[in-house]
């Protein structure tokens, strides 16, 4: 069964950081592009970061360049989406989706997702 399970969520100060992991199960990473999306309360979800499946390529959010850092390790069939500066707005439901590119908007299968919370 194909699965993607976020983990790494949680509560951190204004400029702290998180990494967040997706792991895949049931199927081989490596040929899958990971787009990481996030939902903040009361706003429509939107894309943050994607990076190919060889890795070579990556995309960022302008809200979030500078900041964040993707990254895979196919070798162990996950993901990562390294937070850092994180700011309030940056508060939401982080998923991870599995995609054939980054340049597509077609979804193969969406995580569960892990709630990021940036409050003092």
């Known amino acids: 069964q194909l699965q993607l399970v976020e983990s790494g969520g949680g509560l951190v100060q204004p400029g702290g950081s998180l990494r967040l992991s997706c792991a895949a199960s049931g199927f081989t990473l490596n040929y899958y592009a990971i787009d990481w999306y996030r939902q903040a309360p009361g706003k429509k979800r939107e894309g943050v970061s994607c990076?190919?499946?060889?890795?070579?390529?990556?995309k960022y959010a302008d809200s979030v360049k500078g900041r964040f850092t993707i990254s895979r390790d196919n070798a162990k069939n996950t993901a990562y989406l390294q937070m850092n500066g994180l700011k309030p707005e940056d508060t939401g439901v982080y998923f991870c989706?599995?995609?054939?590119?980054?340049?597509?908007?077609?979804?193969?299968?969406w995580g569960n997702g892990t709630t990021v919370t940036v409050s003092s």
């Open positions: 989706v599995l995609k054939f590119s980054c340049g597509t908007d077609v979804v193969i299968q």
């Open positions: 990076i190919s499946s060889s890795g070579g390529s990556t």
